[in-house]
């Protein structure tokens, strides 16, 4: 993808979940480790981007995992590496950038959260915290840091 990226003097062009997300500036934080010529296409999410890109709009995307692997499961796309210092313990079949080709590249993680609006009834914010708490209680819940 580099190689193609840095030989087609129009760029070779990438899907992100829209601008200034961490997955647009994990590509532009790519694009300036490598000298890739990448040309950026917001989406407005995850989920229209990996339509387009099995649909062959779109050569390239980068989206959430979760988005992506029952695609990459079902081979309907193919996974070129995830950002990261170790493979994901969601995917761990996935390279991570560096070992696939672009050393010591892992940059800082990011930071999602689960909002809702101001005016939500305390009851429901209660209860939506005690449910997301069971389910991160599971053991077969994906490893999540604290602050």
Known sequence: MIERA???PQG?????TGVNTGQ???MELLKQATGANLVHVPYRGSAPAVVDLIGGQIPVAVVDI???YP???AGRLRALGMPGVKR???APEIPTIAEAGVPDFAPGAGWLGLFAPAATPARVIE?????VGEVLALPQALPVSKP
Do not use: E, F, P, Q
């Not at 070779?12 to 992100?16: A, D, H």
């Open 88 to 90: 994901s313990a969601a």
């Open 71 to 73: 695609h990459i499961v």
């Open 12 to 16: 070779l062009t990438y899907g992100s």
């Open 6 to 8: 840095k030989a087609l």
């Open 66 to 68: 979760t988005s992506a």
């Open 127 to 131: 209860r939506l915290s005690r449910d």
């Open 24 to 26: 647009h500036l994990t």
